[in-house]
Each structure stands twice: as C-alpha cells, then as structure tokens.
C-alpha cells in the first residue's frame, strides 16, 4: 500500500509562488512516475504534470508550461510541485499521485490565487 499526503498549499496573490510537497510511504517510492493532478470548483480532475523515477524527464500540461516544476528527492520520498507566477485559474486543489494507471492519490491540498 502507498499513502501519500500532500502539503503547502494556501492564498497567494497572482503573480506569487508555492511550493507544494508530497511526502510518501508505503511500498518502493524510487522507481514509481509520480503525478500531479488538480481539480477547480465544478470543474474535472485535469493533469498539471509528471516525473519519471529519476527525475531526469518530466511532463507538462501546456496552461503551467514554463510556470511549474516537478522535481522529487528519492531518498527522502518526496515530491515537489513548485508554481511560479501563479494566476487565478490556478486555484484547485491540486493532488499526488502514483502507481500503475494513477492507482494512489493523496488527499489533495487546496490553493487559492486571488486577483
């Protein structure tokens, strides 16, 4: 079993960052793609990016191209999720995932940009 919990979220004002982290436990983390999802207000689960096992290749939906980084620390279990000039449209909550199809979700952590 995998539990993932998600942390860092809160208010900024647009043009802000955050970071957000998912630290996880349970099973081999190391050699796991590992995802992050978000979900607005009435609005469908949507995929923000992933990160290989390494770290060496990463994946992005193309509204936070250019604007978020994934990067993980394998040895502490953790991923990062690190948004810069943040917009309003990014408000969600945004959630980790692993496994095979996405079978592990965290319980999502909630971030709000105000205009």
């Known amino acids: 079993q995998v539990r993932l919990v998600e942390s860092g979220g809160g208010l900024v004002q647009a043009g802000g960052s955050l970071r957000l982290s998912c630290a996880a436990s349970g099973r081999t983390f190391s050699s796991d793609f590992m995802g992050w999802f978000r979900q607005a207000p009435g609005k469908e689960r949507e995929f923000v990016g992933h990160?290989?096992?390494?770290?060496?290749?990463?994946a992005y939906a193309d509204s936070v191209k250019g604007r978020f980084t994934i990067s993980r620390d394998n040895a502490k279990k953790m991923v990062y999720l690190q948004m810069n000039s943040l917009k309003p449209e990014d408000t969600a909550v945004y959630y980790c995932?692993?496994?095979?199809?996405?079978?592990?979700w965290g319980q999502g952590t909630q971030v709000t940009v105000s205009s």
């Open positions: 995932t692993s496994g095979a199809g996405w079978r592990y």
């Open positions: 990160i290989n096992w390494s770290g060496g290749s990463t």
